[in-house]
C-alpha cells in the first residue's frame, strides 16, 4: 500500500472507531430505557465517556504525521476500542438480555464490513508515489529559508558524519575553522557570532585601510573592496549599495570570496597583510553563487538555532538564475582514495593544496603550511635537533610527516615560529589505501622548488 494511502487508513479507521462508540452508547441508552432494571445514568455515563474519548483521539488523528497516526493508532486508541469493548459485555451480562447475539460478534461483522468498504474505498483511490522531487528542482522555487540555511549547513559539515574522520563538506570550512562559541582553539578565526562582528569591523580603521583600502582592488581575487555593488553580478546581492550600506551579508561574502581584502588580526601572514584562506568561489573549492548564499545564510543562522531573523540572502529563485543549479553537496561520500586516481586528482581529493604549495600541482598555493619542497626540506628536518620521529630518510619522513603530523612540528622561517600543531588533519590514514598512500609519498618525496 501506498503511503498516503496508509495515511488516509488510519484517519479512516480511527472516524469508524468514533462512530462505533456512538453506536454504542445510543445502543446502551436505548437498552437501558426499555428495561427499568438497568440505571440509565451509570451506563449512559460509562458509555458517553467512551464515546468523549473516542471522539477527542479522532480529533487528535488529525494532528499526527503518518508515523505517529500509526503508533497512536495501534497503542490508544485500539486500546480504548478493546475496553469499550469489554465493558459492552460486561453490561449485557448484567443486564441479562436474552436474544442478544454477542456484542463482540456484532462488532465483528461490523468491523469486516468496514474493512471490506475501506479496502474498496482505498483502491479506488489514485495510485500515485510521493517519491521526493528530482534533485535539479529541489532547490528552485519552493524552498524555505530553514532548507537553505541547512543545504548551507551541509556544503560546509557534509551530510554524514563518518567515523574517524572529522565531519567536513565541500566547502572544507571546518578544516581549518571552528564554530562552537568559546572554541578558539583554531588557527583560523571562530565563525561564532561573524555576521554580527562584520557589521562593526567595516567601520574600523583597520578595515578602512588594512591591506588594502576600501575602492582599492585586491590583486589576487581580482575583488574591489569594500564595493558590495561591484562583486561580479552571478554572486551580487540584489540591491547591494556601496561601502555605506554595507551589511552583515556583504562582509561575509566579501570574506569568502576576498580573504586578503581584510585580515583578521592574528590569523594572517606578513604580518596580517595577506590571508591563507583559499578563495572559495575558485577551485579547488569552487562554490557557486546558489552554494555561497546557502553558506551565508548558514553562517548568519546558526547561533541561534531555528532563528531565521537575521539572514538577508534571498532565497535561490528560479528566475534569478539559480534554475539550474542542483545540489550537488548532496551526494556526499566519505573521503578516500585507492591510488588508483591521478596524483593531481589524489592530492586535490585529500585537501593538501588548501594548506600547502605544491611544485607540480596546479592552483596548489595553499600558505597554511610549509613549501613542500621535501626533496630539500626532508633530511634538514631529519638532522634537526628538536627532531624525535623515527624516519632516517626523505620517504619515511614524508610517510611519518602525512600519517602522523606532530611526530615532528616544522619550524616556519619566515615567522620565526613554529607552525601551528594539531592544524594538518591527524586522520589521512583513513583516507587513503595502502597504494594510495605509497603513491603520494613517492610524489611528495621529489619535490623541490
Ligand atoms: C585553509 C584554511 C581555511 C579554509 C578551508 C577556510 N577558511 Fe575562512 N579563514 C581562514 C583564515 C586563516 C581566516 C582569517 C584571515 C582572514 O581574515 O582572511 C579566515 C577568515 C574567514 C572569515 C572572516 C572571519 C571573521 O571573523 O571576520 C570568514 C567569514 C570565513 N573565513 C569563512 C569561511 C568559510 C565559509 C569557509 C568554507 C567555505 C572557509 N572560511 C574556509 C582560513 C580558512
Ligand atoms: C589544514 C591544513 C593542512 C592540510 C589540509 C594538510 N596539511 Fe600538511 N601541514 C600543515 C601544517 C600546518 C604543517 C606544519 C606543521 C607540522 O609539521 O605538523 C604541515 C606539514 C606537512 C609536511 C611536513 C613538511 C616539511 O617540510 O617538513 C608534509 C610532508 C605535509 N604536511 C604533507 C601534507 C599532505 C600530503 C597533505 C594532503 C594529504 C597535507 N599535508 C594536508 C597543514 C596542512
Not at 354 to 372: F, M, R, S, V, Y
Request: glycine share 8%; charged share 20%.
Amino acid at each position: 500500500m501506498l503511503p498516503e494511502q496508509q495515511d488516509i487508513l488510519w484517519t479512516f479507521l480511527s472516524l469508524a472507531f468514533a462512530v462505533f462508540a456512538l453506536y454504542a452508547f445510543v445502543n446502551v441508552v436505548q437498552h437501558c430505557r426499555e428495561r427499568e432494571d438497568v440505571s440509565l445514568k451509570f451506563w449512559g455515563g460509562v458509555f458517553g465517556a467512551f464515546l468523549v474519548v473516542m471522539f477527542l483521539e479522532t480529533v487528535h488523528m488529525f494532528d499526527l504525521n503518518q508515523v505517529q497516526q500509526l503508533s497512536f493508532f495501534f497503542g490508544k486508541m485500539c486500546l480504548t476500542m478493546f475496553l469499550l469493548l469489554l465493558v459492552w459485555g460486561i453490561f449485557f451480562k448484567s443486564t441479562k438480555i436474552e436474544n442478544q447475539s454477542p456484542p463482540i460478534i456484532r462488532a465483528f461483522f461490523w468491523w469486516t464490513t468496514i474493512s471490506v468498504l475501506l479496502a474498496g474505498y482505498t483502491n479506488w483511490l489514485p495510485q500515485q508515489r510521493s517519491d521526493p522531487p528530482p534533485k535539479a528542482t529541489a532547490f528552485v522555487g519552493e524552498v524555505t529559508m530553514e532548507e537553505y540555511a541547512e543545504m548551507g549547513r551541509v556544503i560546509i559539515f557534509g551530510t554524514k558524519q563518518v567515523a574517524g574522520q572529522k565531519a567536513i563538506g565541500k566547502g572544507q570550512c571546518p578544516l581549518c575553522h571552528t564554530f562552537e562559541a568559546g572554541d578558539n582553539i583554531g588557527r583560523c578565526p571562530n565563525l561564532f557570532g561573524v555576521n554580527e562582528r562584520g557589521v562593526t569591523r567595516v567601520k574600523e580603521d583597520r578595515y578602512l585601510n588594512e591591506p588594502v583600502k576600501v575602492g582599492d582592488k585586491e590583486p589576487k581575487s581580482g575583488i574591489i573592496k569594500g564595493a558590495p555593488d561591484q562583486i561580479p553580478e552571478e554572486y551580487r546581492r540584489a540591491g547591494a549599495g556601496g561601502y555605506d550600506s554595507m551589511t552583515g551579508e556583504d562582509y561575509i561574502r566579501e570574506s569568502v570570496m576576498c580573504p586578503s581584502c581584510y585580515v583578521v588580526k592574528g590569523f594572517g601572514k606578513a604580518g596580517d597583510k595577506v590571508s591563507p584562506m583559499p578563495v572559495i568561489v575558485k577551485p579547488p573549492i569552487s562554490l557557486s553563487p546558489v552554494e555561497v548564499n546557502a553558506v551565508i545564510a548558514f553562517l548568519q543562522s546558526f547561533t541561534t538555532p531555528g532563528d531565521y531573523a537575521n539572514v538577508t540572502v534571498p532565497l535561490p529563485s528560479a528566475d534569478g538564475g539559480a534554475a539550474e543549479e542542483t545540489a550537488e553537496s548532496d551526494e556526499e561520500a566519505p573521503i578516500f582514495v585507492t591510488g588508483a586516481e591521478p596524483i593531481d586528482v589524489m592530492i586535490n581529493t585529500l585537501g593538501c593544496p588548501l594548506c600547502h604549495t605544491i611544485p607540480g600541482i596546479e592552483g596548489a598555493e595553499g600558505e597554511l603550511g610549509p613549501k613542500l619542497h621535501e626533496k630539500i626540506n626532508a633530511p634538514k628536518r631529519i638532522k634537526d635537533g628538536r627532531y624525535k620521529g623515527k624516519a632516517t630518510n626523505t620517504k619515511e619522513y614524508v610517510r611519518e610527516s602525512i600519517l602522523n603530523p606532530s611526530a615532528y612540528v616544522v619550524m616556519n622561517e619566515e615567522e620565526n615560529e613554529l607552525f601551528p600543531d594539531g592544524l594538518m588533519p591527524q586522520d589521512f590514514k583513513n583516507k587513503l589505501s595502502v597504494d594510495a598512500i605509497d603513491k603520494l609519498v613517492d610524489f611528495i618525496s621529489q619535490t623541490e622548488g
